[in-house]
């Protein structure tokens, strides 16, 4: 759906533009702690695996792509783009929110800003268009 990708693409856009702004203007925070207590490994994990629930759509992805020989190819290299884009993403805002980095990466937006409340709509609205899109394969 070109118009849930487009939402999920401008926010993201919007948050990468935000996070690089920050470390453009304020530099890296002083003190980057390397070690978290237990709840916060636990809720860690949880976003994790959480970002990759699409996963279970493989199957019937591979179902109905024409050329089976190449989709393990494309499959991991799909994967480790989406990990490194993340990975870089998550790492960025890290550096640049330190401690006070919300779980949810919306909610370090300033609360009086419009662009909080425009990221958060793109990405509902933008989830809820692409749910018809992962469900497809497994209607045919």
Same mark, same amino acid.
């Given at each position: %759906?070109? !118009?849930?990708? &487009?939402? *999920?693409?401008? /926010?993201?856009?919007?948050?990468?533009?935000?996070?690089?702004?920050?470390?453009? @203007?304020?530099?890296? !925070?002083? @003190?980057l702690r390397l070690a978290s207590p237990l709840g916060q490994v636990i809720t860690f994990a949880g976003f994790s695996v959480f970002a990759f629930e699409g996963i279970t759509m493989v199957i019937p992805i591979y179902v109905a792509?024409? %050329?089976?020989?190449?989709?393990?190819?494309?499959?991991?290299? =799909?994967?480790?783009?989406? =990990? +490194?884009?993340?990975?870089?993403? +998550?790492? /960025? %805002?890290?550096?640049?929110?330190?401690?006070? &980095? @919300?779980? *949810?990466?919306? #909610? %370090? &937006?300033?609360?009086?800003?419009? #662009?909080?409340?425009? !990221?958060?709509? /793109?990405? +509902? #609205?933008?989830?809820? =268009?692409?749910?018809?899109?992962?469900?497809?394969?497994?209607? @045919?």
């Open positions: %759906n070109v !118009v849930g990708n &487009l939402l *999920i693409f401008g /926010a993201l856009l919007v948050l990468s533009v935000v996070t690089t702004t920050g470390l453009w @203007e304020q530099g890296p !925070v002083s @003190e792509h024409k %050329n089976k020989d190449s989709f393990t190819f494309t499959l991991g290299w =799909t994967i480790m783009g989406i =990990t +490194a884009l993340f990975s870089i993403f +998550a790492s /960025a %805002n890290v550096v640049l929110y330190g401690d006070v &980095l @919300e779980p *949810i990466v919306t #909610l %370090n &937006l300033p609360s009086s800003s419009i #662009l909080r409340v425009w !990221v958060s709509c /793109a990405f +509902a #609205l933008g989830s809820l =268009t692409l749910v018809f899109l992962m469900a497809f394969p497994t209607y @045919e």
